[in-house]
Nanobody, 123 residues
């Protein structure tokens, strides 16, 4: 069972990136999913979450209006569209599958984690 995150990179402030998280080994179509990020010296935080059917989403205040989470259950893939990137968005981004059908801000409730993808935003 694996979650593969991709799409990170080095961009300038104001640019956009789209992260993808593809599942293999099993589907997570009935699980809530989350995108977390961790900057150096900081706690890992949930930036966006989505329920199993996409009906509910969550965004951290710091990314509201700029990031959009979505999922394609048929492709077992979750996306994070990041627009108007800022230098403070620089971090390693991780996707994770929750134990239940919705997301949680508590990272201990996520059973499967991707390997992380680096996002660096230069100002």
């Amino acid at each position: 069972v694996q979650l593969q995150a991709s799409g990170g990179g080095l961009v300038q402030a104001g640019a956009s990136l789209r992260l993808s998280c593809a599942a293999s080994g099993r589907t997570f179509s009935n699980n809530g999913m989350g995108w977390f990020r961790q900057a150096p010296g900081k706690e890992r935080e949930l930036v966006a979450g989505i329920s199993w059917n996409g009906g509910f989403t969550y965004y951290a205040d710091s990314v509201k209006g700029r990031f959009t989470i979505s999922r394609d259950r048929a492709k077992s893939t979750v996306y994070l569209q990041m627009d108007s990137l800022k230098s403070e968005d620089t971090a390693v981004y991780y996707c994770a599958a929750a134990q239940g059908g919705t997301y949680s801000t508590n990272r201990r409730l996520y059973k499967y984690w991707g390997q992380g993808t680096q996002v660096t935003v230069s100002s």
